[in-house]
């Protein structure tokens, strides 16, 4: 059993600032991908980043230069630093763990961008 506990979401300004963390723990031999999705009101879960085990990243074009994925490997932990945040990043974000062919989920932080 793996469980995932995310924190970091919240309220912010337009242009403003955020950082979601993601913690795995539990059955881990090695993961091999750590990522974040996110859904809005009405829309479809969409990917925002990913990031491999030898650190290889991607990013939805809608968030790059603006968002930045790590992850700690010794905490097993997955981080999203959102910068320059608009009122379309709002969303509940999602953490996902993938380790050998199963994916795993966070149960999702709500982010709010709004005036």
């Known amino acids: 059993q793996v469980q995932l506990v995310e924190s970091g979401g919240g309220l912010v300004q337009p242009g403003g600032s955020l950082r979601l963390s993601c913690a795995a723990s539990g059955s881990i031999f090695s993961i091999s991908r750590m990522g974040w999705y996110r859904q809005a009101p009405g829309k479809e879960r969409e990917l925002v980043a990913f990031?491999?085990?030898?650190?290889?990243?991607n990013y939805a074009d809608s968030v790059k230069g603006r968002f930045t994925i790590s992850r700690d490997n010794a905490k097993n932990t997955v981080y999203l630093q959102m910068n320059s945040l608009k009122p379309e990043d709002t969303a509940v974000y999602y953490c996902n763990v993938r380790i050998g062919p199963n994916d795993y989920w966070g149960q999702g932080t709500q982010v709010t961008v709004s005036s």
């Open positions: 990031i491999l085990s030898g650190a290889y990243t």
